[in-house]
Nanobody
Framework: QVQLVESGGGLVQVGGSLRLSCVAS????????MGWFRQAPGKEREFVAV?????DYADSVKGRFTISRDNAKNTVYLEMNSLKPEDTADYYC???????????????????WGQGTQVTVSS
């Protein structure tokens, strides 16, 4: 069982930056692919970024967001720059055991989820 706890959300102006963190429980963090998803009010949850044996990003955040991890701290980060109002959402961290040659991007590919952290970008 893996427990995930996100932090770092908040209110930021357009063009600003935030760094989200997600701390995972357990001793085998490095064996997990870690993803970030987001859900805006009235919309479905959507893929943002994933870090496994490779990285991938949603087109809407490429060049602005960066996912990274520190295995010694059991933590995955999402660095968000040049924020836009459309980035406003609840952001969720997710985890699944790494599968060779598979890059998970769908919600149903992840087994563990955090409770979310809210990001609001004001114009």
């Amino acid at each position: 069982q893996v427990q995930l706890v996100e932090s770092g959300g908040g209110l930021v102006q357009v063009g600003g930056s935030l760094r989200l963190s997600c701390v995972a429980s357990g001793r085998t963090f490095s064996r997990y692919a870690m993803g970030w998803f987001r859900q805006a009010p009235g919309k479905e949850r959507e893929f943002v970024a994933v870090l496994t044996w490779d990285t991938d990003y949603a087109d809407s955040v490429k060049g602005r967001f960066t996912i990274s991890r520190d295995n010694a701290k059991n933590t995955v980060y999402l660095e968000m720059n040049s924020l836009k109002p459309e980035d406003t959402a609840d952001y969720y961290c997710a985890a699944v055991r790494v599968v060779p040659r598979i890059i998970p991007r769908q919600m149903n590919e992840f087994d563990y989820w955090g409770q979310g952290t809210q990001v609001t970008v004001s114009s």
